[in-house]
Every structure is written in structure tokens, then in C-alpha cells.
């Protein structure tokens, strides 16, 4: 019989070996702010990828690491000070395996409850384990940043990928005029999402310009891929507008974003979760998520094949090797 004081987990040990190691690991007890999640869903991102194998110092990782930073579960106990969840809520959340934080390859974790959001009663488990990280970074840029109304015209770079076909929906929900580029194979499901279709590979910038704009430029441009395609971006956006990238790690001139007077916004995900700063705001986002979602304005696409703890490795190796439908989502 299972001991009430430990829990299965996995284990990274070091970015030389990347891989997971299964484990029975302390259960942990929730702090005063915090709330124990039984764990029932981990989404993957290409970003716990590059975790596991060192390709993301950016994260402030620890080892020997619990990863997954996407959570959905049921909630088992609240520190004293927590009023906003109760045991038994059903609570989604982007809450560790940056930082040194317990992530989500577990059975349980002790979480910020300022980093929560209570589920969308119409997703199921795994279709809300997707939203966290892309729901949050999409919000971030579109909506804090370049507040994305009615009657905007927005571009999405990458509409098809996590980030990209969650910042469509919410383009859209906000009476959005929304165009996204996705290789032919996705056009139908950016379609249905709500988006004008276009192919990047057939395709140039300036004829997208030309063809949906009258070559007058987006109001809003969201970079989901960087590199040339950010320098593409600062050449679709029109005269003071703005564009966002969750990519914007490169080197860049910014010659043609300023000689159309236009602002650029830098989105990290990351940041309440490493540094504290903005915790509040990530729970109120979701918010939002859960909102649109129960209004049917969003909808994330989940890859059909079903993941373990026990085939966790396989689930990163198909976001590595671009075979993922929009999102993978591990099991557990």
C-alpha cells in the first residue's frame, strides 16, 4: 500500500542523462498561500523540452528537478490563509518545474493559489492541462500589452502551433479581424478557429501585406516563432502599431519597426514564476480562460495520442520532433 507521506514522481537528474527517472519522492505539505493539487493532467510545451535537456538556462532550473510547468487537478488540502479554492475544486494552473519550483510530473504538488484558476466546467481534464502556458503567454501579448479590440486587424506568425492557435481565439473573441499563417496541412483547423488561413511557405510578407491589408499593415502582429520571422512581423505591422513576440531572443534591427513610429513587446511567461512579481495577474488571467472557454470562445486542439508518467519521455520526444497536433498532454 502507498504511504500517505510520499507520492510517485519523476526525476531529471542532470541536463547530461535528460531523462526522467521514476521515483517515490516526499509528498509535499501546502504553506499558509498554498494549495495541494492532486495532479490529473501535465501539459507538454516545447519549453519543457528544452528544460529537460538544457536548452533553457533561462529557467533557473534546479537539480534534480520534478519538471512539467502545466497542472490540471483536484484540489486535496489549502493552507490556512487561502479562501478562494476549497478541497475538492477542480484548478488548472502554469505553477512550477521552473525555478526550482515542483513541477508537474507528479502525483501531488503544493502550489501558489495566487497562480490558479478554478477549471472550465466544459473542458475536461486534459484539454484544460493544455492552456496555462499558451492561454497565459498569448493574454500577455495581445491583450496586456497590445490590448487587442474590435475592429483590429491581427496577424498571427505560427497560428497553427501552442501559443499561436490560443492567440487566435482570443483575437477573435475580442471582435478581432484575424489572419495567421500555418503550413496547408493546418489551414482547416485555423479556419475553424476563426482565422484567415494564409501559407507562409508560398507566400511572402510583403504580399501578405498587399493582399489583407492594402498594403496599409497589421494592426497587431504576434510573433510565435522568432528569428526572420520577427523581422518579418516589424515589416507586416502598419504605422503605429504594435507587434508582440514570445521570441524576441535573437539580434534584430529595429530600423523598420521605428520608421513606422511602432512598438515592440517582449512576452516571458516565466517571469511571476521565477520571480515572484505579477502572481496575482496569471490566477486573474485564467480567469479569462475559464470565462471564454464556458462561453465557447476557446477551445484548445489536444493531440489524441495519450501519455504516462511511464511513456513521459515520448511525449517530449513528439514536441521535438514537430509531430504533436497543437498540444500533448501526459496522463496521470
Known amino acids: 500500500m502507498e504511504s500517505l507521506s510520499t507520492m510517485h514522481a519523476l526525476i531529471v537528474d542532470d541536463f547530461q542523462t535528460a531523462t526522467f527517472r521514476a521515483a517515490e519522492i516526499p509528498r509535499p505539505e501546502p504553506s499558509a498561500n498554498q494549495v495541494l493539487v492532486q495532479i490529473k493532467a501535465s501539459g507538454v510545451n516545447p519549453l519543457d523540452s528544452k528544460i529537460r535537456t538544457g536548452k533553457a538556462p533561462h529557467t533557473q532550473s534546479v537539480f534534480p528537478a520534478v519538471l512539467g510547468c502545466d497542472l490540471v487537478g483536484v484540489v486535496e488540502a489549502v493552507g490556512q490563509d487561502v479562501t478562494a479554492f476549497k478541497v475538492g475544486d477542480q484548478v488548472y494552473g502554469l505553477t512550477g518545474g521552473v525555478g ?98 494564409i501559407d507562409y511557405n508560398s507566400t511572402s510578407i510583403e504580399q501578405i501585406v498587399q493582399t489583407f491589408t492594402d498594403g496599409q499593415g497589421f494592426d497587431i502582429v504576434y510573433d510565435t516563432v522568432g528569428s526572420s520571422t520577427l523581422d518579418d512581423a516589424f515589416k507586416a505591422v502598419r504605422n503605429y502599431g504594435h507587434v508582440v513576440s514570445n521570441y524576441g531572443w535573437g539580434t534584430h534591427s529595429l530600423l523598420t519597426l521605428s520608421r513606422k513610429a511602432a512598438t515592440y513587446s517582449g512576452v516571458f511567461v516565466l517571469l511571476p514564476l521565477l520571480t515572484g512579481e505579477g502572481r496575482i495577474h496569471h490566477g486573474e488571467i485564467l480567469r479569462q480562460a475559464t470565462q471564454l472557454a464556458e462561453a465557447g470562445q476557446l477551445r484548445p486542439v489536444v493531440d489524441p495520442r495519450h501519455f504516462t508518467l511511464a511513456t513521459a519521455l515520448s511525449a517530449h520526444e513528439a514536441v521535438e520532433q514537430g509531430t504533436a497536433v497543437s498540444k500533448i498532454v501526459i496522463d496521470l
Do not use: C, Y
Request: charged fraction near 15%; hydrophobic fraction near 55%; charge should be positive.
Open 100 to 197: 526550482g519550483l515542483q513541477g508537474s510530473l507528479a502525483e501531488f504538488a503544493a502550489v501558489d493559489a495566487d497562480l490558479l484558476a478554478k477549471k472550465p466546467i466544459n473542458l475536461s481534464m486534459r484539454e484544460a492541462a493544455a492552456l496555462p502556458l499558451v492561454f497565459l503567454t498569448a493574454w500577455e501579448g495581445l491583450v496586456d500589452r497590445a490590448n487587442v479590440s474590435a475592429g483590429h486587424r491581427v496577424l498571427v506568425l505560427g497560428g497553427s502551433g501552442g501559443v499561436g492557435h490560443i492567440a487566435v481565439q482570443i483575437a477573435k473573441a475580442r471582435g478581432a479581424k484575424v489572419f495567421a499563417t500555418a503550413s496547408v496541412a493546418k489551414h482547416d483547423m485555423v479556419r475553424q478557429l476563426g482565422a484567415v488561413a
